[in-house]
């Protein structure tokens, strides 16, 4: 990945140079900024989860990223997965050009305020020509993003068509355009991003949510937990929204579809793929299944999902009956259960008790660990995740074949 604008070896240095300082003042520096930035223009209130800035999540992993180009700014091929994961971030928050000298503005100011008199003026002009060039590679990347839907730019009015309860704590929203016009198709696994005024705040909060159903030109289909949290700065406040608050008939805005989280629906059937999830993290693996099914799709799948009971477990008949359907024996389901009741039966409404465990699933049926082209996607908690991924490389397989499903800031 090339830098856009040109960055001198001369400022390369002194910004690798700076990394370690970063390191220790780099939150710090961060919160600043986001106070001082949105103080300045409150209007990108719109666009920043105002939960992420209580709990700090945001400014932590703003520093980690800064850290990381610091680091790697003379090899940025090693930031392409997280340049492309924040590229379609801001795509699905309608992130525009005119932005990025807000942003930088505010942060060179942030890290001459932090670091004071040690911010000498060859840093901060270092600082300002890496940050130009980065700003570059992002705006060309979204640019590159959004005219791939020239006909839908920016936030469009959907309504809820119908409000399904899944479970007690997941309800699924159809989502039909307001102008009635066609939906482009998704690659199975993207997300969108919806924007719902929050009473509390005053103003619009923007959430990802994974698209829960095969691409349609008539509907979009997401599926929401229900998070405990209701205040501000506490996971949960729109999620909460919109269970109680919408019902059939009102309006959302939404973007575009985007993310890099997606099977390709023209790879091969040579490749198989096992979709890893657990609790809500089934909603793009749903997509993704519906999708290859119905291309008439011969792929070999391994559903593996774990769930705390099975009263919180979403599409379980429908995951059990594209099983049954299924005549060539291609798409196999392992449940594991955390906590099951007695009046589940095992090996008829879960394989396994407890946590998910990858040690005791069928290593070649259910994870095709000797097929060298298989595809792992995995989506749930964080912890959840990470462990997976580092089983499976463990267990041999390339980082390139594991695909995790980072929502929120990816800063844990």
């Known amino acids: ?52 800035q209580a709990s700090g999540a945001q400014p932590r992993a703003l520093a980690a990223a800064v850290i990381a180009y610091a680091t790697y700014i003379d090899d940025l091929g090693k930031l392409k997965a997280a340049v492309e994961r924040i590229a379609h971030k801001h795509e699905s928050l309608n992130v525009q050009p005119d932005q990025y000298p807000i942003v930088g503005k505010h942060l060179i100011e942030a890290v001459a305020t932090v670091l004071g008199d040690a911010c000498t003026p060859e840093i901060g002009a ?25 006909d ?13 309860p899944e479970t007690p704590e997941i309800t699924s929203f159809y989502l039909v355009p307001e102008d009635g016009k066609p939906l ?43 998070e405990k949290g209701k205040e501000i700065g506490v996971p949960g406040l729109i999620s909460n929204l919109l269970h109680e608050n919408y019902k059939e008939g009102d309006v959302l805005e939404l973007t575009a579809p985007a993310g890099e989280f997606f099977v390709d629906p023209k790879d091969g059937e040579d490749k198989p ?28 799948i391994s559903w593996i999902h774990g769930v705390h009971s099975t009263e919180v477990r979403a599409f379980n008949d429908h995951i059990r009956a594209t ?10 389901a392992t449940f594991f259960v955390t906590s099951p009741q007695r009046r589940d039966v095992q090996g008829v409404d879960y394989h396994f008790a407890g946590r998910t465990d990858l040690s005791i699933v069928d290593q070649k049926s259910s994870l095709f660990l000797d097929n060298a082209r298989a595809e792992y996607f995995i989506c749930g908690p964080h912890a959840f995740m990470k462990e997976v991924e580092r089983y499976l490389i463990d267990a041999g397989v390339g980082a390139e074949r594991i695909h995790l499903e980072i929502f929120g800031t990816g800063d844990e």
Not at 273 to 297: D, E, F, K
């Open 126 to 150: 270092a600082w300002t020509a890496a940050y130009a060039a980065l700003a570059d590679v992002f705006i060309n990347r979204e640019q590159q993003l959004y005219a791939a839907h020239q």
């Open 1 to 52: 990945m090339a830098v856009a604008a040109p960055v001198s070896p001369e400022h390369i240095a002194i910004v690798k140079a700076t990394a370690p300082v970063l390191k220790e003042h780099g939150v710090e520096i961060t919160t600043l900024f986001y106070k001082n930035m949105i103080a300045a223009h409150p209007e990108l209130k719109n666009i920043f989860s105002m939960s992420n």
């Open 273 to 300: 793929i096992a979709l890893i999830s657990a609790g809500v993290g089934l909603t793009p693996m749903i997509s993704i299944l519906n999708s290859t099914v119905n291309a008439g799709s011969r792929r070999r």
């Open 323 to 332: 099983c049954a359907k299924d005549v060539n024996n291609n798409i196999s």
């Open 184 to 226: 482009p198709k998704f690659l199975p696994g993207q997300y969108i991003s919806l924007q719902v005024f929050v009473p509390q705040m005053g103003h619009m909060q923007p959430r990802q949510y994974s698209l829960s159903e095969a691409p349609r030109s008539d509907y979009y289909r997401i599926s929401v937990k229900k």
């Open 152 to 164: 839908w730019q920016g936030w469009r009015r959907f309504r809820i068509q119908r409000k399904v």
